[in-house]
């Protein structure tokens, strides 16, 4: 079957496709949670003392001792295998943005030939796989492979039901033998432990004498697309590098703003409840789901959570929507930019912090001039940004994001923090010397009796910020929406440690000064606005005025891409936040630094090889079987003296040889490996590769508009968008 018909066939089996069959959902109160083994399933499975002592070291992260571990371990197992589990998982987030899983059986056999059941503390404790066989920035190398996994008690183990049967799934951090963090938990973890002891200190500082664990929260909303798997099996870009490498835009795209919150379609509402009820299954607290900006495009935004749980989480919402979309004839791409010309998928991250003592610590209330303890978080906040916008924006960096970073539908890669209206005047009142009243928002009156008068919020939203306050949380925008939340919420974290550490010591020297706490207060923070004011930005983020702004007048600096951004995490301030809160040591950065690096290159190497592949093997061909039938057509019209028009022929024969020649230069740029560090590598993938494949694609979505529909080679746009 040729590349053309294949396509046809999709199309046909496309349109006669019925939604997959799915059973009406039972009640939340019946699904919610159960096959979660939380903290309502331990009280229930656990003796008071065992259970009193895993409560407190959830909710606190207090150590765990043995012999609690053993008896967990009996009544998880038991548990488990009430729902039909025969093996249990140790599960881990390794630096690839996606899970790893190494699946143990309960068995174990005695001596008279007979198996029994057995998952003791230390199995629930410790696993070991191979460290050297994932990415580690050569902490480990082949000949020194041990790496361990370790519970993490913080995170609750669940039962994953698939078509084979029961797995019991445990949450676990992943190290090297030489004890160096190999993934994205143990960060984020010690992440939440700076922040913590440093939000207690500067709450001591203000009088605060009862204050519970701090945590910080996450909520991540999540774009993806759904594709026909018939149009996506189709298509070698998609199934290998996640994106149309090609591709023509369609004389429709979302132009008409008529996608965006429209009537979800009938299929991809099946998937969504089918995917929904899995979630809840999971203890995963799905709120929000809608078709998004582009065709095609959807979200789902969960409630926020714990950061550590929410991370998890999010990791698992990507494996189960993945295998989800294919039960259901769909793939599903969380590629940042899946389609040239429309908009891509992000991954907004809002983000808070708070205990069960002072509630939400970014909350501003009703009168947020009055409430020093937000006012001095947010302003640890506006430092932070200040300070490590270039680390925000380095650990969001992947070749993927880069194609959606500073367009028209995405936050630039400058980071600056939006406050709003009112927030914004505090603030800089504060920078004056002066504090006036908060503004309020009034009330929303219509005209319209039946429509019932609402309190208005006090400020607007920006789209165009990458790191915008949303009323009681800060919404990091600029996340990639492939990518894992943690990175991001460990930066986000230890810059705050490090903040509210120098608001400590300035405020214990201001109280000893002015005696007065609110005089104080506004003294730390007038120093901060005068310090790092220059961040805070509310206007239009997309504007060319801004990013000449940014960078000459108020010293912000603009990293397009990860090439440019990268190279921070070698940057000896960074080193040193890492350091000193004891989140990173200066290998575990290293390392990163090298994987994400290594990540980068392999992965524009792997799409500058599908360009030469599929322009060679099914572009170039199906272009020149049309220049073939024009000439046989025209041959045999100037036999009987007509004459057709030889444009259309040139123009293809001129986009053909163009396209090869640089499809030539790709083939030599991506042979060079004679560099004289990893950061000219980078660049080198970042100017002249990516230059090198959009000039191919150029030549070839040309073609594309040209060459007879029936024979082109792959599923267009017009199709993969719009035909479900």
Known sequence: MSRNEARVQAIQQITNRAPVSVKM???????????????????????????????????????LDAATADIVAAAMKEWAMSKGVKFYSHIFYPMTNITAEKHDGFIVTNSDGGAITEFTGSLLIKGEPDGSSFPNGSIRMTNAARGYTA?????????????????????????????????????????????????????????????????????????????????????????????????????????????????????????????????????????????????????????????????????????????????????????????AGINGSGKHVN?????????????????????????????????????????????????????????????????????????????????????????????????????????????DRNRTSPFAFTGNRFEFRAVGSSQSVSGPLVAMNTMLADSLNWIAEKLEVALKEKGDKATAVFAVLKEIMELHGNVVFGGNGYSPEWHKMAVEERGLKNLPTSADALPVLREEYVKKLFESTGVLTRVELESRFDVYAEQYILSIEVEAKLVIDMAKTAIYPAAIQYLSDIAKTSSEMANMKIELDSSIAKTIAAEANAMMAAVGKLSEAIQQHDFASTEAHMNHCAHVILGLMNEVRSHADALELEVADELWPFPKYSEMLFIK
């Open 25 to 63: 959902p039972k009640p939340l109160s019946e699904i919610w949670a159960c096959d979660v083994f939380n903290l309502a399933s331990m009280e229930e499975a656990l003796s008071k003392n065992a259970f009193k002592v895993i409560k407190n070291t959830v909710q606190t992260g207090a150590a």
């Open 151 to 339: 519970w993490d008690p913080t995170s609750p183990a669940y039962v994953m039901h698939t078509e084979n049967g029961a797995t019991l799934m445990i949450p676990c951090v992943f190290m090297s033998w030489t004890g160096e963090a190999l993934d994205k938990k143990i960060p984020l973890l010690r992440s939440n432990h700076a922040m913590n002891k440093a939000a207690q200190k500067v709450l001591s500082l203000m009088g605060e004498t009862s204050i519970a664990t701090l945590n910080s929260s996450c909520g991540a909303e999540q774009e993806y697309f759904l594709v026909d798997a018939a149009f996506a099996n189709s298509r070698p870009d998609l199934l290998l590098a996640g994106r149309t490498l090609f591709g023509a835009p369609a004389p429709k795209g979302q132009q008409f703003d008529d996608h965006y919150f429209g009537a979800i379609p009938a299929r991809v509402q099946v998937f969504m409840q089918d995917y929904e009820d899995q979630l809840y299954r999971l203890g995963i607290p799905a709120k929000t789901h809608h078709n998004e900006v582009a065709p095609a495009q959807f979200e789902i935004a969960p409630y926020f959570e714990a950061a550590n749980v929410a991370a998890d989480h999010q990791q698992l919402m990507m494996t189960l929507m993945k295998s989800t979309a294919k039960k259901h004839g769909f793939i599903c791409l969380l590629h940042e930019k899946p389609f």
């Open 351 to 459: 983000w808070s912090v708070g205990n069960a003592t002072q509630g939400n610590l970014l909350d501003p209330g009703k009168t947020p001039h009055d409430n020093l303890n937000f006012l001095l978080f947010c302003g640890a906040v506006i430092r932070g940004v200040h300070l490590f916008g270039p680390l925000l924006r380095a650990v969001i960096a992947s070749a993927a994001n880069d194609h959606r970073l500073g367009a028209n539908e995405a936050p630039p890669a400058i980071l600056s923090v939006y406050l709003g209206d009112q927030l914004e005047k505090v603030y800089m009142d504060i920078k004056a010397g002066k504090l006036a009243t908060t503004t309020e928002g009034g009330l929303m009156d219509l005209g319209l009796s039946q429509i019932l008068k609402f309190e208005r919020d006090p400020g």
